[in-house]
């Protein structure tokens, strides 16, 4: 050690030092918590892009499969033609799904000004019951005295509640929140079929199948009365609460099931699906756009649930055109 | 109590400020002696009459040794301190092993194997012991008077369950004199604390879940996914033990004592001889120093057969299986080669591309008697050298945090290690202390998860 080191004073400094680092983290984290915390999750930065970008007037909410499957710009793009002026879309799907997030997520978007129409996936894993909840860093409880004390910091120290905030993987999603109007929820979020399967074909070499969208084979059978889902109730509940606090807000609120293929179209496209779909969308006032059914060519998609940038496109224009054609929104 | 809990960051604190408020020398032991028994017996807490059980015999046989200078008092004390050891930790196995001599021999005797607690870390707690009597008998150290003093020597929470192996000589005459507080320890120590739990938290026991899986499921395992998952238990042992050992440095910095440093960039060495002189340093001198030298070490010309009876009883040391006795046993056979190459003069061209070589070539040695060490069963760890080894050879995809933290180790574990080393930390320039520690910190934080167990408790 050289003398100058020798003071006392260099190591109280350094102590001093990183005792301020930890405090200004801590202070930052608390100013900044809901977008420190929307690190953690896609779902959750999606939502807080969306919260930060300029007004933007269509939302889409939903799975991979939307994720996947919806063109924001381009669906705003068609309507801002249909309606005489430029609009702006996003999309907030995100790989995982389950009723609790689709609220979750709905009651805080349909708290930004500007929003004029909001899509909800209608598909069978964005209406299962899976637990889900915004706080993904409470430590188990644990009944000794770690897992109190564990429970006890977290709940108060938030560099430590948001800890996983700091992990390689998340740090690299900063510029998402840096520059949220960058981006429409697509750009920057690979195709999940292309990810896990590298399945998707470059456009240029697909010759486009045909893919006859108007098909559509099932009927509604069921009296909406009869659907015995053991998560009904609450699936009444969280819809009607989101179409009220929509119509209090004035948006327009609409379902869409994206499209499916090969033998996922078998279980998605079902009598129970499809009248279960129909009866939200009565019950709540949200025309429904039904697409589970479309005898769609496997060659639009990924895997059997997730389309390729072609099958995005193609579907896009096709959503934006049923819904310019049969939304009832405010212009 | 696990050194990667806040609970024992909660009691060292306490510890740490009662230690330092403490007007009297006399009172700090006592703080530290509490403190230690509450560490000890966190788990559970009938360990503590163990522990004082221990503590007490051996007090006692230090002072008879002492006094008497008998070579049979020091023959009793070490025989109850082995018997302790042996009741504990290799009474099943042998029992399993003479169940099954007797089943090649026909003949159907049920053979008992107890089930019952093992204290924890009581191969470290068994040699400190062991060192310190065999000290006062050969009169080089004096047996210590006071119990308040020894207790504390004996259960310091820095280095009772995984070491380092601390000697009494090292030890015992830093608690004797009151010490000043000096910030510049309680510096040393923080950051000693902090790379030790990244090291444990972050790499460890990140790699952990790969080398579980890996080992697990040798039969599934591709050649390169054999190989990588090697090089992450290589890492993990490191890591776990390494990070143990720093943590123990760091608390007894804070404190104003200094323990001998453990591992010092092991990876490094260009021959197995020069890994035991940087692995695990201080169980390595202990084997020398009392186990080596006793069976004649290098004078007897029997050095060959001395170098592997030692390391074979070090392979037993580290765990009651035949795994372990096969591991030490190819670690003294290959350190025999060694001394036997240096004594004919059969020495490697110099160069720094032949140093690398070397080094390249000890790491792999070593990682494939790590197999021995992790390997479930002896007939898993076959198949895991099958999988390694032979053909058929194939390729599958790596996962990107395994690989990503394989190549950070690789590129800074020189760095970080250096550091690790005396107060080499402090001759640093302050913003490069303040840059090691914050990244340590912020890794620490965020990937800390599930408490796990440190390997070496078992031991």
Not at chain 1, 2 to 10: A, F, H, K, V
Not at chain 1, 237 to 247: N, P, T
Request: charged share 15%; hydrophobic share 45%; glycine share 8%.
């Amino acid at each position: 050690m050289t003398p100058s080191r020798r003071n006392p004073g260099w190591g109280a400094l350094y102590l001093l030092l990183v005792a301020l680092f930890l405090a200004a983290l801590e202070t930052g984290v608390r100013s900044h918590e809901d977008e420190i915390a929307s690190l953690q999750d896609g779902s959750l930065i999606k939502l807080q892009m969306f919260l930060l970008r300029q007004p933007t007037d269509i939302l889409f909410i939903g799975t991979s499969r939307s994720q996947d499957g919806i063109d924001p710009s381009l669906i705003a793009g068609q309507m801002g033609q249909a309606s005489g002026h430029p609009l702006r879309g996003f999309n907030a799907a995100a790989a995982g799904g389950s009723l609790d997030r689709m609220y979750y997520l709905a009651d805080k978007a349909l708290d930004k000004p500007g929003l004029r129409l909001l899509g909800l996936e209608v598909s069978t894993a964005q209406l299962s019951d899976t637990p889900w909840s915004p706080d993904f860093n409470a430590p188990e409880t644990t009944d000794d005295f770690e897992g109190r004390l564990q429970h006890w910091v977290s709940r108060h120290v938030y560099t430590v509640r948001y800890r996983k905030t700091f992990r390689l993987e998340n740090i690299v999603k900063y510029p998402f929140l840096l520059f949220p109007d960058a981006d429409d929820g697509t750009r920057w979020f690979g195709q999940v079929g292309t990810r896990l399967l590298k399945m998707d074909t470059p456009t240029s070499e697909l010759t486009p199948p045909p893919w006859n969208m108007d098909r559509l084979k099932l009927q509604e059978t069921t009296p909406a009365s009869q659907t015995t889902d053991a998560n009904s109730a609450k699936i009444n509940s969280i819809f009607l609460g989101i179409s009220e606090k929509a119509r209090q807000r004035g948006v327009t609120l609409f379902l869409y099931a994206p499209p499916v293929s090969g033998s996922a179209a078998q279980s998605e496209c079902s009598d129970k699906n499809f009248n279960a779909f129909r009866r939200i969308s009565r019950q709540t006032g949200a025309p429904l756009f039904f697409y589970d059914c479309t005898d769609a060519p496997v060659g639009y998609f990924s895997d059997e649930t997730h389309l390729t940038s072609l099958g995005k496109q193609f579907w896009s224009t096709r959503l934006a055109a049923d819904m310019a054609a049969s939304l009832d929104w405010p212009r | 109590m696990l050194f990667n809990s806040l609970t024992f960051v909660l009691l060292h604190f306490v510890v740490l400020t009662l230690y330092w408020l403490s007007p009297r020398q006399g009172l700090r032991i006592v703080f530290l002696g509490l403190g230690s028994l509450v560490f000890y017996g966190w788990l559970y807490w009938p360990g503590i009459f163990f522990l004082l059980g221990v503590i007490a015999v051996n007090y006692f046989m230090g002072l008879q040794i002492e006094k008497t200078a008998s070579p049979k008092w020091l023959a009793i004390a070490v025989s109850l301190n082995l018997l302790n050891l042996c009741y504990f930790k290799y009474v099943e196995f042998l029992a399993r092993n003479l169940a099954a001599l007797l089943e090649l021999a026909h003949i159907d005797l049920a053979i008992p194997t107890p089930d019952y607690w093992l204290p924890l870390g009581i191969s470290f707690i068994t040699f400190q012991k062991i060192a310190y009597l065999v000290d006062i008998y050969k009169g080089q150290i004096r047996a210590e008077k006071n119990f308040l003093r020894f207790t504390c020597f004996a259960a310091f929470y820095g280095q009772l369950i995984a070491g380092p192996i601390v000697r009494s000589h090292e030890f015992l005459p830093q608690l004797q004199t009151k010490r000043e507080f000096n910030v510049h320890s309680l510096k040393l120590g923080f950051f000693y604390f902090i790379m030790g739990v990244m090291m444990k938290v972050t790499v460890a026991d990140t790699l952990a879940q790969f080398v579980e899986y890996g080992f697990g499921h040798v039969g599934t395992l591709s050649t390169n996914m054999a190989w990588l998952t090697l090089y992450a238990f290589a890492t993990q042992i490191l890591c776990d033990f390494w990070g143990y050992s720093t943590i123990a440095l760091g608390c007894a910095y804070m404190l104003g004592i200094h323990l001998p440093i453990n591992f010092n960039l092991p990876y490094s060495s260009a021959s197995l001889t020069e890994f035991w002189r940087r692995w695990h340093i201080t169980l390595s001198s202990w084997l020398r120093d009392y186990l080596y030298i006793p069976l004649g070490g290098n004078r007897t010309g029997r050095t060959y057969r001395n170098l592997i009876a030692t390391m074979t009883l070090g392979g037993l040391w580290h765990g009651a299986s035949w795994n372990f006795v096969l591991w030490g046993l190819l670690n003294g056979v290959w350190l025999a080669v060694e001394r036997g190459f240096i004594k004919r003069g059969i020495v490697p061209p110099a160069g720094w591309w032949m140093h690398f070589f070397k080094v390249v070539l000890v790491f792999h040695g070593v990682c494939l008697l790590w197999v021995l060490f992790r390997a479930p069963s002896f007939d898993s760890a076959l198949l895991y050298y099958r999988h390694l080894l032979l053909p058929p050879y194939s390729l599958s995809s790596v996962p990107s945090t395994l690989l990503t933290l394989l190549v950070l180790f690789l590129l800074f574990q020189n760095r970080i290690g250096s550091q690790l080393i005396d107060d080499r930390f402090l001759r640093l320039s302050l913003p490069k202390q303040l840059a090691m520690t914050l990244v340590g910190l912020m890794l620490i934080l965020a990937y800390s998860q599930a408490r796990l167990d440190f390997i070496y408790f078992v031991f």
